[in-house]
């Protein structure tokens, strides 16, 4: 598996932390899993479902929410999206990480993917944003 960060800048500033796994040279790309983690966890999780993902030819993007794992600025804000408007503001964070996704890989189908908290995001991103993704799974929604 090839792993790497990186960060996205939203809208009001926030550097949104990324991570990525890709398969490893040789392992043909079939799709790109995009994945919504739940509260009070983080990206970085799902590392070990990554590992066995990229092995089958699935990349695999994750952010870290606001207020959650490298995206969180400081433990005083665990948890917390933003004064105002933070379900928004982490929606308009996943939708660029999505066109972030469709420009890396635009020949790929990409499936949306949502744990727990995560899933409700999911859930509107499939009414916001449905025709970019192939599929969706909803864990523990």
């Not at 794992?69 to 933070?86: I, L």
Request: with cysteine.
């Amino acid at each position: 598996m090839q792993e790497g960060t990186f960060s996205l800048r939203a809208h009001d500033g926030t550097d949104v932390h990324v991570y990525r796994w890709l398969p490893d040279e040789g392992v043909t790309a079939r799709g790109v899993i995009h994945l919504v983690h739940g509260m009070a966890e983080h990206a970085l999780r799902y590392r070990r479902f990554a590992e066995r993902a990229t092995a089958r030819g699935l990349a695999v993007y994750a952010s870290d929410l606001r207020g959650h794992g490298r995206t969180m600025r400081s433990t005083a804000e665990q948890g917390f999206f933003a004064a105002e408007h933070g379900w928004r503001a982490v929606l308009d964070d996943l939708g660029r990480l999505c066109d972030h996704v469709t420009r890396e890989h635009p020949e790929l189908p990409r499936v949306l993917m949502g744990h727990s908290m995560g899933s409700f995001f999911a859930q509107q991103l499939m009414f916001e944003r449905g025709e970019a993704y192939a599929g969706y799974v909803l864990s523990a929604s």
